[in-house]
């Protein structure tokens, strides 16, 4: 069973970094697209970034310039790193395949406040 496991959330003062971390489990890791979203609260969730098995990346507008996603095949994980954060990236951050499967894992909280 396809399983994601989202860590490293937390609160940051603007201009801050976060890591973020997800792994992966019950697919091949290696053949996926995988992608970060995050919804905040009132909003729908959506795309901030994706990285393609051969390692090309592609970043919402919002964030780009900011963030940077990673992955590793062989410990079936997906990075995002977070660099001058701001208030408006407050949300709850999931990572997924892109396009996204109905399977998703608790997500991890990042704040970006004073």
């Known amino acids: 069973q396809v399983q994601f496991v989202e860590s490293g959330g937390g609160l940051v003062q603007p201009g801050g970094s976060l890591r973020l971390s997800c792994a992966a489990s019950?697919?091949?890791?290696?053949?996926?697209?995988m992608g970060w979203y995050r919804q905040a609260p009132g909003n729908q969730r959506e795309l901030v970034a994706f990285?393609?098995?051969?390692?090309?990346?592609n970043y919402a507008d919002s964030v780009k310039g900011r963030f940077i996603i990673t992955r590793d095949n062989a410990q079936n994980t997906v990075y995002l790193q977070m660099n001058s954060l701001r208030p408006e990236d407050t949300a709850v951050y999931y990572c997924?395949?892109?396009?996204?499967?109905?399977?998703w894992g608790q997500g991890t909280q990042v704040t970006v406040s004073s």
């Open positions: 997924n395949t892109r396009p996204y499967s109905t399977i």
């Open positions: 990285i393609r098995s051969g390692g090309s990346t």
């Open positions: 019950g697919m091949i890791f290696s053949f996926a697209t």
